[in-house]
């Protein structure tokens, strides 16, 4: 494991009880602690890592969080306005009811809060069953109406009547999770390729990058248009879930690839490298025991970079209708009803999603510069 000699300055903020070690009577730690305190610096950095936390936490707990489940709806309530929460110390958390107004020319229903009505909700209260990390049955919600027949849309609701705060909930776990499988494959194929093309050099890196350029070349909506409309209709949720994912994998690899062969160029004369090869390591000893553990913080923070990328690219095949559709629920498929403008003026808390990716995006990205800046050996 690599460690790194200490001088004064950067001893002096090592806080009491780290593990260090000393090494000709000067103080050294390794380098993923070393990146630590610098990444602990960086205070964009530290919020984006708590939020990055939160919003996967919600992603785990989602059916526990969520007060109803995905294909719960009431028609009675379409396009129904936000409901705020009150507190009543004597008998707990309300909120208001609604009274609707019939359009004489649309014949639409038109919903305003009724400050006059009171339905009572409250915490881990008895709700629709499910299985809580697809293994546990459980029936009890964070929060909920007292009476399940009761309406309570705390963000409003949707033009087919579902809560939208639920259907938030549940389409951060696919939003979330693809970018992050996505990513993981992009991962896979750009490290084994890039460190190919890297290590090999000659024809080989000669072949590899062609093909790299070739991926490059091709426009990027028109691929994604062209493959999302090779996907069967007949295929269910979960088979179009991975084959979005496929294809985001595919488009995404190739800048993982040359991230990866540009470092092992610089690294195969290298001392340790010579080192390895006279002492009588194989090649992939070479590649995946020292040259690869080398840069793998600038993998981490480049891998934390190319999530966010991922996850706006499914939002945006689901938002033109090109990735999951419904009953699959994603913060993509959310904004789809945000199309229509004359919606927006009615019922402008279907943007909400919109603003859960600007938010998870910024965190990410912010998690992702810190880390590019801590594991920077010569930035000061």
Known sequence: MTTVLLDADTT??????????????????????????????????????????????????????????????????????????????????????????????????????????????GLFVKGEEYELFGLIPWDRHLIGPEDPGQPMYLLGADRNGHDLLSRLIHGTRISMTIGLVGVAMALVLGIILGGVSGYFGGRTDTVIQRIVEFFMSIPGIPLWMGLSAALPHEWGPMQR?????????VIGWTDMARVVRGRFLSLRNEEFVTSARLDGSGRPRVIYRHMLPSFTSHLIASVTLSIPAMILAETSLSFLGLGLQDPVVSWGVLLQDAQNVRVLSTAPWLMLPGVAVIVAVLALNFVGDGLRDAADPYKR
């Open 12 to 121: 002096s903020s090592v806080e009491a009880g780290a593990e260090t070690g000393t090494k000709n009577g000067r103080r050294t730690a390794k380098q993923w602690r070393l990146v630590w305190w610098k990444f602990r610096q960086h205070k964009l950095a530290m919020v984006g890592l708590v939020l990055m936390f939160g919003i996967y936490l919600v992603a785990l707990f989602a059916e526990f969080l969520a007060p109803f489940g995905t294909s719960t709806f009431n028609s009675e309530y379409t396009y129904a306005p936000p409901q705020r929460i009150h507190v009543d110390w004597g008998e707990g958390l309300y909120v208001h009811g609604y009274t609707s107004t019939i359009d004489e020319e649309t014949f639409e229903p038109t919903f305003e809060v009724d400050e006059s009505q009171r339905i009572e909700i």
């Open 241 to 249: 879930y991975f084959a979005i994912t496929v294809i985001l994998a």
